[in-house]
């Protein structure tokens, strides 16, 4: 399960079939350090978006595919 204070690098462990969700909120730096070590909620404000509506958004792609 994801949770807004995930990791971005761990999210990406969990499942890489997410990074599209990531690239559409515009942050296309996914394999750098920095992006790696930032959590999901602090990508989400800078980027403007909703981190609540990312998670549910990553959560219920994962829940599908592993249905």
């Known amino acids: 399960m994801i949770t ?3 990791l971005i690098g ?3 462990t969990v ?3 997410v990074a599209p969700f990531l690239l559409e909120m515009g942050m296309h730096c996914l ?3 920095s992006a790696r070590g ?5 990508a989400c404000a800078v980027h403007g978006v909703d981190v609540d509506e ?4 990553m959560n219920a792609y994962i ?3 592993n249905s």
């Open 54 to 57: 990312m998670v549910d958004k």
């Open 63 to 65: 829940a599908a595919k």
């Open 4 to 6: 807004k204070d995930m």
């Open 10 to 12: 761990d999210i990406l």
């Open 31 to 33: 394999g750098c350090p």
């Open 38 to 42: 930032e959590s999901l909620e602090q």
């Open 15 to 17: 499942d890489e079939g």
